[in-house]
């Protein structure tokens, strides 16, 4: 069965610092899809990125990046020199390739303090 | 462009009464998705559909819940009756093919009482 761990329930850092949330994943498909969510006070869901299992590239984008990882089943988000805006619930979500479901873990609510 | 819209964006009813929530999703995408967001359960997929036809619902509670998609550019989710546990957020997403990004709504906040 499919499953996504995000370890750090609440992170709490000040603006600028540097800041990593997990994600670990457990599947028995060779074939998957990794996702990440911002989710703001506001409430709505915003996609940030999509990575299939055939692509272990890093991506950067801005101040994002991510480092996937599959010896390790991680695929961590990296936020660098952080900002009051990043401050939002983070998910990060798994889909197997016969199934387009998407599950999520609990995420990760991240504030950023000036 | 305009992004899913769902409707309403909050209702509040009373237990036992039906309740619907409507979703319009991205034209031109082909898949359709049902999430629910509780504090205790987490964001949950509820049913999702591709070219209008319910592929999984395997995460819908009970048969007090129901859903529909009559056409590409419009689903409904019903609750009948409703229940104080049914309480949450309601998610409508969509995708353009399979496998790529789901494009979130802004949610239904439903509160039963």
């Known amino acids: 069965a499919q499953k996504v761990t995000q370890a750090q329930t609440e992170i709490s850092v000040v603006e600028k610092e540097d800041v990593t949330l997990d994600c670990v994943y457990e599947t028995r498909d060779t074939t998957y899809y990794l996702f990440w969510y911002k989710q703001p006070p506001s409430g709505e869901l915003v996609f940030l990125i999509r990575r299939n299992s055939f692509d272990e590239q890093n991506e950067i984008s801005g101040r994002y990046s991510w480092n996937f990882q599959k010896s390790t089943s991680s695929f961590n988000f990296t936020i660098t020199a952080s900002q009051v805006v990043d401050s939002a619930v983070y998910f990060c979500?798994?889909?197997?390739?016969?199934?387009?479901?998407?599950?999520f873990g609990k995420g990760t609510k991240l504030t950023v303090n000036p | 462009d305009a992004g899913v819209i769902q409707s309403p964006r909050h209702e509040v009813t009373e237990m036992g009464q039906e309740v619907t929530l409507r979703c319009k999703p991205i034209s031109g995408h082909n898949s359709l998705f049902w999430y629910r967001q509780t504090m205790m359960r987490g964001l949950e997929l509820l049913i999702y559909?591709?070219?209008?036809?319910?592929?999984?619902d395997s995460g819908m509670p009970e048969d007090r819940f129901s859903a529909k998609m009559p056409n590409a550019s419009f689903s409904t989710l019903k609750i009948q009756p409703s229940e104080p546990r049914d309480s949450a957020v309601y998610f409508c997403?969509?995708?353009?093919?399979?496998?790529?990004?789901?494009?979130f709504g802004p949610g239904t906040r439903l509160t039963v009482t």
């Open positions: 997403a969509s995708s353009l093919r399979r496998k790529y990004e789901q494009y």
């Open positions: 559909f591709n070219n209008n036809v319910p592929i999984d």
């Open positions: 979500a798994l889909s197997e390739g016969g199934s387009e479901k998407l599950v």
